[in-house]
C-alpha cells in the first residue's frame, strides 16, 4: 500500500524539478505574444484616440508582467522547496520528525515537505490501525472469558436441594465499551484516510494545478481561472503538508514516546498483559505487574489517536480553507474548496 | 463444590481486591502531564532551530517592503494608480508583520504575561468561593500555638484531622499545607499554569471516573453473581428451582449505563489533557510559521490565520480555563470520590441487606445522587471547556479579520466545519 502512495509522490517529480523543461518556454512564449499583441492594441488605441482602450490595455501588460513575476516566484519556491531537507534541517531539531520517517528504513525516502507529510500520515494512520487491531483482539479475547459455575446441591444431605451461580472473570462493562471505541475509531479513521490520500497527490496538484495556473492566469480571460487554481495548488501542494508535518509530526513522536508498542511481539506482550490483567481484575488483579502502567500507555496512546482523528483534520482543513479563500480572492477568482466539497457531498 | 458462607467470604473478598488498583495509573499520568508540559514556556518557543525563522522573516520583511519601493515607483513613473495603492497598503501590512515580529522576537513572555492576567482575574471568585466553602473547619485563632482539642483545623476532604498537641493551622494555612491540592497558585507563566490544569484534570477529573468505574465494576460483578443465584429444591430429581435476585436487571441496567458514562468521562478528561499538552507544545509553532507566512502578501492570509489561532487558543483558551479547572479540584478535593454504591456497603453489610437495600432503599437513593454530583464534574468542566471554546473561537475570527485572514469571519468557516 505504501509503495502506491510512494510512486504516485514521486510520479510527477520531474515536472517540479524540472519545469523550465516541461512548461516554462511555452508559459514565456504565451507571455511574450500576449504582451505584443496588448502593446499594438495600446498602439493602435493611441492613434485611434481611445483613452479607455489604452488604459485597460496598460493595466494588462502589467498584469502579464506580474504573471511572469509570479513565475520567477515559483521558480525560487521550487528552488527553496527542493534544497531544504525538512526532515533533517527543519523538523528534525523540533524533534517532529518520528523515527519512522528519520534514518535509512524510513517509509518515504524523500526530505522533500510533500514525502515528509505522507510519511508522517502514513505512520499516523498505521499506529491508528494498530490500536483499532488491539482494541478488537483485546474484546475478542474478553469475549472468551470462561463462565464458572459453582454450587452445592446436597444441603441437609439430600441431593438436588442447594444453591449454584456463575461467576464471569471478564471485567463487567469493558466488551461494551470496546465496541464503541472501535466504531468511533473505525468513523474516525476515514478521514485519516482520506487525508493521506489527498497528500499522496500533493505533489501531483501543486505541480499540475500550478503549471495550468501559472500558463493561464499570462491570458486575459483566463486570468482569474488561473489565479485560483495557483492558490489551490499552493494550498495543498505546501501549506496544507507544511501543517500536517507540525501537528502529525508532534502526534507521531509522542505516540512514540509513550513507549507501547503496537506491532510484533509488543503487541502480543500488551494484548496478552492487558486482557490477562481484565481478566483477572476482579480476582487478583493487583498481582499481574504492570496492569497501571500499560493502561496509563494505553490511554495516552489512544489520547493522541484520539486528538488526530478529531481536532487536528479540522484546524488543518480549516487553515487551508482560509488560505485558499483569501489567495485565489488576492491572485484571481475567489475559491471556497471546502464549501463546494461540502455542497457535491 | 463449597459452603454458602464460604461462596459470601470469596465475594467480599473479591471487592476489596482491586481497590489500588488506580494508584499506579493516576501516579503514571499526571507525571505524563508533567513531561509533556516542561519548562516555563513551551520547548518549542526556545529551540534554537526556530528562533531562526524570526530572522529569516525579518529579511523577507525588508526584502517585501524595499521591492515594493521599488513597485511604487514603478507604478508612480508608469502611473498606475491600482499598482501605487497596492503598494500603499501592502507597505501598511509590513509594518504591521515587523512589528508583531519584534514582539516574537521578544519571546513569549507577553503571551505569558497576558495569559497570566487573564487568568489571574478569575482566581479571586475561586479564592472566595474556596475560603467559604463548607467543607473547612474555623480556623484557630491563633496561629502557631498548640491545638487543645483534635476539633480544630482540619481538612476534611484529605482526610487530616487536627490532632491534640499539635501545632495549630489557620485556615489559609491547613489550605496550602495539609492540603495543597486544593490551594489556589496564581499563575506566573505559561508552562506552570498548563501543568496545573492537566495534573488537575487527570488528578480529579480521571481520577473521578477511575474511582467509580472499579467500584461500579465490582458492584456489576457482585450484582451478577447473585442475579445468576439460584437456589434449587429438587430432591430426588423432583421439585423446583427458583433465582431470588432474578429481578436485579434494573439496577444492573442502571450501573451498567453509570459505567459508560464513567469511561467517557475519562476520555473526556484524556481528551482536554492532550488538548492542552497539545496546544502547549504545537501552537507556538503556529506563532512563528504565521510570522513567516505573513511577511508574503500572497501568503498573509495562512499566516494570519496561525497567529489568530496561536493567540486565541495558546493564551486566552487556557486562562479562561485555568479556574474551572481549579474549580473542579476544589470540589473534587471537598467531596471526594463518588461511589457510594456498593463496593463498600456490601463488603460491610450482610448481601441480603445490602442488595435490599440497592433494591428498595437509601443505597439505590445514594448511589444514584452521587452518581449525579460525580457527572455534575464533567458539567461543569465541559461548560468551562464550551466557554473558552466560544470565546477563543469568537476571537480568532476577530483577530483573522486583523491580521489579514478576513474568510475566518466573513464565512464563518469554523462553525460550517464543525
New interface residues.
Given amino acids: 500500500m505504501m509503495i502506491d502512495y510512494f510512486v504516485l509522490a514521486t510520479s510527477v517529480s520531474s515536472f517540479l524539478t524540472s519545469p523550465y523543461n516541461y512548461w516554462a518556454p511555452f508559459a514565456f512564449a504565451s507571455a511574450a505574444a500576449v504582451i505584443a499583441l496588448l502593446a499594438i492594441i495600446m498602439m493602435f488605441s493611441s492613434f485611434t484616440g481611445r483613452e479607455r482602450m489604452r488604459v485597460w490595455a496598460?493595466?494588462k501588460i502589467?498584469d502579464v508582467i506580474f504573471s511572469i513575476m509570479l513565475i520567477f516566484v515559483f521558480f525560487v519556491i521550487i528552488a527553496l522547496f527542493t534544497s531544504i531537507n525538512f526532515k533533517t534541517q527543519?523538523f528534525g531539531?523540533?524533534?517532529?520528525t518520528p523515527s519512522d520517517c528519520s534514518g535509512p528504513s524510513a517509509v518515504v525516502s524523500g526530505g522533500d515537505i510533500m514525502s515528509l507529510a505522507v510519511c508522517d500520515m502514513y505512520t499516523f494512520n498505521q499506529n491508528v490501525i494498530n490500536l483499532n487491531t488491539a482494541i478488537f483482539l483485546i474484546g475478542l479475547r474478553m469475549s472468551f472469558a470462561p463462565q464458572i459455575g459453582?454450587?452445592?446441591?446436597?444441603f441437609f444431605g439430600?441431593?438436588?436441594?442447594?444453591?449454584?451461580?456463575?461467576?464471569?472473570p471478564s471485567?463487567?462493562?469493558?466488551e461494551?465499551?470496546t465496541g464503541?471505541l472501535l466504531d468511533a475509531l473505525y468513523t474516525a479513521f476515514v478521514i485519516s484516510q482520506l487525508q493521506l490520500i489527498i497528500l499522496a497527490a500533493a505533489l501531483l496538484m501543486f505541480s499540475v494545478l500550478m503549471l495550468i495556473g501559472i500558463v493561464a492566469r499570462i491570458f486575459v480571460i483566463t486570468r482569474s481561472f488561473g489565479g485560483s487554481l495557483i492558490a489551490l495548488a499552493?494550498g495543498t501542494g505546501i501549506?496544507y503538508p507544511?501543517l500536517v508535518c507540525?501537528?502529525y509530526g508532534?502526534?507521531n513522536v509522542?505516540m512514540a514516546k509513550t513507549g507501547l508498542s503496537l506491532t510484533g511481539a509488543g503487541a502480543i506482550a500488551f494484548i496478552g498483559g492487558i486482557t490477562g490483567a481484565l481478566f483477572t481484575?476482579?480476582?487478583?488483579?493487583?498481582g499481574v505487574p504492570g496492569?497501571?502502567?500499560l493502561?496509563?500507555?494505553f490511554?495516552?496512546f489512544?489520547?493522541?489517536a484520539?486528538?488526530g482523528l478529531v481536532?487536528?483534520p479540522?484546524?488543518n482543513?480549516?487553515?487551508?480553507?482560509?488560505?485558499v479563500?483569501?489567495?485565489s480572492s488576492?491572485?484571481g477568482e475567489r475559491m471556497?474548496f471546502?464549501?463546494l466539497l461540502?455542497n457535491m457531498i | 463444590m463449597m459452603r454458602k458462607e464460604t461462596l459470601i467470604v470469596l465475594a467480599v473478598a473479591f471487592l476489596l481486591l482491586p481497590s489500588s488498583v488506580h494508584a499506579g495509573l493516576l501516579s503514571s499520568l499526571t507525571n505524563f502531564c508533567n513531561t509533556s508540559i516542561t519548562g516555563s514556556e513551551s520547548a518549542a518557543v526556545s529551540s534554537g532551530g526556530i528562533s531562526g525563522v524570526v530572522t529569516i522573516s525579518l529579511v523577507i520583511v525588508l526584502f517585501m517592503l524595499m521591492a515594493l519601493g521599488i513597485f511604487y515607483a514603478l507604478g508612480y513613473g508608469f502611473g498606475i494608480d491600482s499598482v501605487k495603492n497596492f503598494t500603499k497598503t501592502e507597505m501598511m501590512e509590513s509594518v504591521f508583520t515587523l512589528v508583531i515580529i519584534i514582539l516574537v522576537g521578544a519571546g513569549l513572555a507577553f503571551a505569558s504575561g497576558a495569559m497570566s492576567f487573564v487568568a489571574n482575574l478569575g482566581l479571586s471568585g475561586i479564592q472566595a468561593a474556596a475560603s467559604s466553602f463548607s467543607g473547612y473547619v474555623p480556623a484557630p485563632q491563633v496561629s502557631g500555638s498548640t491545638c487543645s482539642s483534635s476539633s480544630y483545623v482540619y481538612e476534611t476532604s484529605c482526610s487530616v484531622p487536627g490532632t491534640a498537641g499539635s501545632t495549630c493551622y489557620t485556615q489559609q494555612e491547613a489550605r496550602s499545607q495539609l492540603c495543597p491540592q486544593s490551594s489556589v497558585i496564581a499563575i506566573s507563566g505559561a508552562g506552570g499554569a498548563y501543568r496545573t490544569m492537566c495534573t488537575n484534570l487527570v488528578g480529579n477529573g480521571v481520577a473521578t471516573g477511575i474511582n467509580n468505574i472499579i467500584p461500579s465494576m465490582v458492584t456489576l460483578f457482585v450484582l451478577n453473581i447473585f442475579k445468576e443465584t439460584t437456589v434449587y429444591a429438587m430432591p430426588y430429581g423432583m421439585g423446583f428451582t427458583f433465582q431470588p435476585f432474578a429481578g436485579l436487571d434494573p439496577v444492573i441496567n442502571i450501573v451498567q449505563s453509570q459505567l459508560n458514562i464513567y469511561f467517557v468521562v475519562i476520555m473526556i478528561y484524556v481528551g482536554i489533557s492532550f488538548l492542552l499538552i497539545f496546544i502547549y507544545n504545537v501552537f507556538p509553532i503556529f506563532l512563528y510559521g504565521g510570522v513567516l507566512l505573513r511577511s508574503f502578501p500572497w501568503t498573509r492570509a495562512a499566516g494570519g490565520s496561525l497567529i489568530a489561532f496561536f493567540i486565541a487558543f495558546y493564551i486566552i483558551f487556557p486562562a479562561i480555563l485555568y479556574p474551572f479547572t481549579l474549580y473542579i479540584s476544589t470540589l473534587n478535593a471537598n467531596i471526594g470520590a463518588i461511589s457510594s454504591i456498593s463496593a463498600k456497603n456490601i463488603a460491610t453489610q450482610s448481601s441480603y441487606t445490602a442488595i435490599e437495600g440497592l433494591v428498595f432503599g437509601a443505597a439505590m437513593v445514594s448511589e444514584i445522587q452521587g452518581f449525579a454530583e460525580s457527572v455534575g464534574y464533567i458539567g461543569v468542566q465541559i461548560i468551562g471547556v464550551l466557554i473558552a471554546f466560544l470565546i477563543s473561537y469568537d476571537l480568532v475570527e476577530v483577530l483573522g479579520d486583523v491580521l489579514g485572514a478576513p474568510s475566518l469571519h466573513s464565512r464563518n468557516l469554523l462553525s460550517k466545519m464543525i
Fill in positions: 496598460k493595466v502589467y527543519v531539531p523540533l524533534n517532529l459453582i454450587g452445592y446441591t446436597n439430600i441431593q438436588g436441594v442447594g444453591v449454584d451461580t456463575k461467576i464471569s471485567a463487567p462493562g469493558f461494551t465499551f464503541y499552493i501549506i507544511l507540525i501537528t508532534y502526534i509522542g481484575l476482579l480476582l487478583g488483579g493487583l496492569l497501571s502502567s493502561l496509563a500507555q490511554l495516552q489512544a489520547g493522541y484520539g486528538m481536532l487536528v479540522l484546524l482543513l480549516l487553515i487551508v480553507d482560509v488560505f479563500i483569501d489567495f488576492a491572485v471556497d471546502m464549501s461540502a
